[in-house]
Each structure stands twice: as C-alpha cells, then as structure tokens.
C-alpha cells in the first residue's frame, strides 16, 4: 500500500489566526489591531471575522496542547479508555475539578463567541443574510460537533440560553441559563444538521463573500465539499450514537440508511484525503502542536497499556511501530503497563525502562500533528457497524477492512509529517504485512462466527485507532459499546471504584448557577449513564 503524505494542505491565514486567538485572551480593546476589533463591539467587527475568531476559541482542544493533555486529559479519559498505562492511585476514577472547569469553561467561552456571531448576522439586512449565510450555517457544524461532546461528558447543559451576556446587556444575573436535555439537545442538532446538509447542497454565494470564506476557513479552506462531508458525517455519528435508545432507533436507521444510499446528496468522508483536521503548516502562527511534547509526556503520560500492546503484539499490527515505540531496556519489544499489579510493582515496571511509550516522533514531537477532528477510519467503522447491524455480511466486511486500511496509512502519514526523529527511522508498511493482518486471528472478519463477535471486532479497532489521539470519542464510544472489554484495579479506598460513568458538573455550576443547577443536581454524580449508554 502507498503511503500518502499530502492527504490535503489548508491555507493558514497568519492576522486571522492571531485575531483570534486575541478573541479569546479577554484582552481589552486597546489590545486589539484596528483590523480585528474586540467581539463585544459589534459595530466594529464582521460576520468573517468573528467566525475565524469563534473557530479559534478552542483551538487547544482541537490541537494537542499542554492543557488538555496534561490537566484534563492525563488523570481522565486516557485512563479510563486503557490508552495509556499508569500508576494505581486512591481516587483515581474521579476526574478533577482542575480538568473539568478548563475544558468546560473553554466551551462556553467558544459558545459565547458564536453568540457573538449570531448577533452580528442577526443585525444584517435580509440580503446581507443571505450573502454570508455560509458564515452561519459551517459555523453552527463546527458547534455541534463540540456542543455533542459536551453532552457526551456531561448529560444535559446549558445551551440554547447560555452564551449570551452580550445580547442580554452584561446583565449577569439574567444570563445564567437553564440546562437543556441532552435527549432534546440531541433531537435539536440532528434535525438541524440534516436541513444544513440539503441547504449546503443549494447555497451559493459572490465571488467577494467566497475570498472571504475561503480566507477566514482555516479547518476546510473554504471548501465546500468537505463541509458537506463533516456535516453528514457528523451526522452519522450521532445517529450511531444514539441507535440503542428506543426513542431514537427507527430515526437512526432511517437517516443514516439515507445518507449511505445517496452519496451524492449526503457525501461522507470517504478517503484521509477528507479529513476534518486543523493541518498545522506554519510553526510561527498560534496554530502548532508544540505544546503535545509536555503535554502528554510529562509525569509518564505515554506508558503504553498492557490490554492495547497484547492486542497489536498478538496481530501483528503495522501500526505498532508507528504509535509506539520500545522502552529503552526491552529489547525491542513492546511491553504494556497492566493496571492489575499493585501499585509498587507497576513502579517498579515504570522504573525498569521496558515499558513501550507513545512514539514521540509520530505524536507527542510532532509539532506539525494535526487538530482531528473526524477521519477516514472513523467514520468506515460506523459504516461497517450500520450494516452489521442490518445484516449485510460483505458491506460490513468492507467498511470494516478499509477503516483499517485508512487508520494504518493515517498513522504512517502522521510519522512523515514530524520534523523530529526521537523514535528513529519509521519502516515502511506494504500491503503482505497489511493483508496478514487483516487474516490474523484477532482480527479477521472472516474468523468470527456472530454477529457479537464482529461488534467485537468493530469496537477494538475503534479503541486502537482513536487511542490518545480522539480520547472524548473513544470514551463515548467504550460506554455506548461496552467494548472491548477493559479489566480495571478497583480503588477500595474510594466509594466510585471503578471509572466513572460520566464527569460531574464543575463546582462554579453549583456556586454561580445555583438556581439551575438544582433542577440537574440529583444526576450530577459520576455513576448516572449519559441517555444513550443503554447497555
């Protein structure tokens, strides 16, 4: 198989970038260039320039960063999935106040900057709607893809009240808002999401408003096609999402039986070369990854766990050597931490130097790795699931097989992309090594006899692929799923034993939000399964 190293080159628009990232530092307005004005000022910015700027807001948590690896993510999901390796520790399946305030807060402040857009749009004249109208509708994809991971860590939120301080006049009080059901949150961005998929399918816009675009895109480059792509993509994951809950189960086989059998309506990311990903070309704009190094390394963050080196070891698997590396003293073998042994002897484990850590050349020194957002092999595995699951065998053998194929030509383009050399030479993958992998017992489609069993298979190719790299969706997934089977240490010590079932809500909700709050406080504990989790 050729490797490719061009999947596709966004543009990066450095005074765009910079305004937005100025956006989101609460800077005063003497701090801001005459050309991008602070949001809050309404008559002194514009449609474009406040969608860059609301894009920008979360860039952390798009990028790998220092704050989401090392605060948010290092004690929590990573855990949880079994991605990493770490040291048993009481408490240690109660994610911290620390990383769920950064990681919610960095939500509302993005949610606060589409308000602001939405206010700007709303003051347009009718025709000046319909010209940035694009503005609105890629902008609202890109909410609804972070407002469903929001939901899917925490259940109902604030949503369509909150965010909006600037529209109510700074009055602080008025502005603490209810939460909504996830369910109805769920319902509200589905049925949203599909008329934006007919409505992109019709749009069309000047030759000045499509520069604009094309300028201030820095996920898509203006793009069109591939923000058709996300949006039925984004789709068919939350529809997959919710498949199991019985209020949602004829909608979901419906529409994503819609969507896969009229691609030409409803296109999906089909190929890497489609990937939804902030592509980092130019390491002296905000838009890097060098905060990835610290981020995950630091503290032993990039131990690799025994459950995922079993598996690839035991396969064969060609990614092996482009995720992970050896540990100094193992001889070149690839040894996973196992969270059963005690804590000393994991320690001792640590401190040996043969334990396999996360290949620094692909991930963590990779200051070009890119924000992911959705991929290829993401979204064949949720094709390969929806035809299992209607009982077509051969459509679901090759989604199935082609999300493999696209994770491992993924990982390898990742490697080429670094300009570092930590890890060493990457060797080549070809397609004897890939298809023997694709007939190794673990593996093969073929070898497994029920449909149980290829869920099974689905599920872990799905926990490899994301790994440390799409942590809030292989949490999503492992909960609605319940695969692969993960074994854990319990912490007797601690009343939550095991990992938890969703995050709690942050302690500012119960201080400053009281009122609201108390509607949701009976499930805000981390034992109460998010709406869809029906196993």
Not at 222 to 231: A, E, H, Q
Not at 429 to 443: K, R
């Amino acid at each position: 198989m050729l490797i490719s190293k061009n999947f596709k080159m966004k543009k990066i628009y450095i005074p765009i970038i910079m305004a937005g990232a100025l956006l989101f530092t609460g800077c005063q307005e003497s701090d801001f260039s005459d050309d991008y004005s602070s949001p809050s000022k309404i008559a002194e910015t514009t449609v474009d320039k406040q969608f860059a700027g609301f894009m920008v807001t979360n860039k952390d948590y798009v990028l790998p960063s220092y704050p989401n690896y090392f605060i948010v993510l290092r004690t929590t999901l990573t855990r949880y999935n079994q991605a990493v390796g770490w040291v048993n520790a009481t408490n240690q399946y109660v994610p911290g106040e620390a990383g769920i305030a950064r990681r919610w807060d960095n939500y509302y402040n993005m949610l606060a900057q589409y308000r602001e857009l939405e206010k700007v749009y709303d003051e347009l004249t009718p025709e000046e709607q319909n010209k940035y109208r694009v503005f609105m509708l890629t902008a609202t994809i890109y909410l609804y893809d972070h407002t469903q991971k929001v939901v899917d860590l925490h259940g109902d939120i604030p949503f369509n009240e909150a965010g909006m301080l600037s529209q109510n006049g700074g009055d602080y009080i008025g502005s603490l808002a209810p939460y909504d059901n996830a369910e109805d949150l769920y319902t509200m961005m589905l049925d949203n999401l599909k008329t934006f998929a007919d409505e992109l399918n019709n749009i069309s816009f000047d030759s000045g408003t499509a520069v604009l675009f094309n300028n201030q895109d820095f996920l898509n480059g203006g793009d069109l096609d591939l923000w058709k792509k996300y949006c039925n993509s984004l789709r068919l994951r939350m529809l997959t999402r919710v498949s199991g809950v019985s209020s949602f189960e004829s909608r979901a086989d419906s529409e994503i039986a819609s969507i896969l059998n009229n691609p030409g309506s409803y296109p999906i990311i089909e190929s890497n070369d489609d990937n939804i990903q902030i592509e980092v070309t130019n390491l002296d704009t905000p838009i890097n990854s060098q905060g990835f190094e610290t981020g995950l390394e630091d503290w032993d963050g990039n131990l690799a766990s025994k459950a995922m080196m079993d598996h690839m070891n035991t396969n064969a698997d060609p990614r092996l050597r482009a995720m992970f590396e050896p540990g100094e003293s193992a001889g070149g073998v690839y040894n996973g931490l196992d969270p059963l042994l005690t804590a000393s002897e994991q320690e001792a484990a640590v401190s040996s130097g043969e334990l396999a850590i996360y290949n620094r050349t692909t991930l963590s020194r990779n200051d070009y790795f890119p924000g992911v957002l959705m991929n290829a092999s993401q979204v064949s595995f949720l094709v390969s699931e929806y035809y299992l699951g209607q009982g077509n065998d051969a459509m679901a053998k090759t989604a199935y097989e082609t999300g493999i194929r696209q994770s491992i030509e993924f990982y390898y383009w990742l490697n080429s992309l670094s300009a570092d050399n930590a890890a060493g030479e990457l060797m080549p993958t070809d397609e004897a090594e890939i298809s023997a992998y694709l007939m190794s017992p673990g593996v093969s489609w073929d070898a497994a006899t029920t449909g149980a069993e290829k869920l099974g298979l689905i599920g872990e190719q799905k926990w490899i692929h994301f790994n440390v790299v799409q942590s809030v969706e292989n949490w999503s997934e492992l909960r609605r799923m319940d695969l692969p089977e993960l074994e854990f240490q319990a912490d007797q010590a601690n009343p939550q034993t095991l990992p938890p079932m969703r995050w709690i809500y942050p302690s500012g909700e119960r201080i400053y939000n009281t009122e609201n709050y108390n509607q949701v406080s009976a499930s805000d504990n981390l034992t109460t399964k998010i709406f869809w989790d029906v196993n």
